[in-house]
T-cell receptor, first 111, second 115 residues
Framework: RKEVEQDPGPFNVPEGATVAFNCTYSNSASQSFFWYRQDCRKEPKLLMSVYSSGNEDGRFTAQLNRASQYISLLIRDSKLSDSATYLCVVTHSSGANNLFFGTGTRLTVIP | EPEVTQTPSHQVTQMGQEVILRCVPISNHLYFYWYRQILGQKVEFLVSFYNNEISEKSEIFDDQFSVERPDGSNFTLKIRSTKLEDSAMYFC?????????????FGEGSRLTVL
């Protein structure tokens, strides 16, 4: 079973739309959760950390459900510049240094 | 803005050859990492390095791989005898804190093609 599973998409949405991505993780001992963004043939960049209480950063809202081992990312008012692959990332314990990446969900925002 | 730099951006090599990929992490960071991404697949952890030694490594990081911090600025990944399946984008990353709490800053990657 994969550590982190995501719907690969692609999601093609018009500008201004709201889009949501989901992710599930298999290890119940997972400690930290993140959404990274990766543009085509570029390096991953941290978009936001995901906290148990849920958190918001501008147009982006992240939610965590530990009981269901489920993470979500909501993007409101999509911009063309939001087109990228969104990577769900977890770590297993507070002492671990390795990130487990999902395969990513590809988003294309259409004018 | 400080950044992680990697060289070369692209290397083509013959199977069985040794390859060294170089990275200059952000100067005040203490934790260094190598990840790889095979085309079309997920980013995979290879190794983490702290206090001049490997702190963790994955199953991918076998005896063919080694890392070194030869001076105060460079962090290198060596593949001793490359195989076709080593073809991938190799990302170096650094963080000021360990991965669970600190943001990882990735370099732009070194694309390795093994023929």
């Amino acid at each position: 079973r994969k550590e982190v599973e995501q719907d690969p998409g692609p999601f093609n949405v018009p500008e201004g739309a709201t889009v949501a991505f989901n992710c599930t993780y298999s290890n119940s001992a997972s400690q930290s959760f993140f959404w990274y963004r990766q543009d085509c043939r570029k390096e991953p960049k941290l978009l936001m950390s995901v906290y148990s209480s849920g958190n918001e950063d501008g147009r982006f809202t992240a939610q965590l459900n530990r009981a269901s081992q489920y993470i979500s990312l909501l993007i409101r008012d999509s911009k063309l510049s939001d087109s990228a692959t969104y990577l769900c990332v977890v770590t297993h314990s507070s002492g671990a240094n390795n990130l487990f990446f999902g395969t990513g969900t590809r988003l294309t925002v259409i004018p | 803005e400080p950044e992680v730099t990697q060289t070369p951006s692209h290397q083509v090599t013959q199977m069985g050859q040794e390859v060294i990929l170089r990275c200059v992490p952000i100067s005040n960071h203490l934790y260094f990492y190598w990840y790889r991404q095979i085309l079309g697949q997920k980013v995979e952890f290879l190794v983490s390095f702290y206090n001049n030694e490997i702190s963790e490594k994955s199953e991918i990081f076998d005896d063919q791989f080694s890392v070194e911090r030869p001076d105060g600025s460079n962090f290198t990944l060596k593949i001793r005898s490359t195989k076709l399946e080593d073809s991938a984008m190799y990302f170096c990353a650094s963080s000021g804190q360990g991965a669970p709490t600190g943001e990882l800053f990735f370099g732009e990657g070194s694309r390795l093609t093994v023929l």
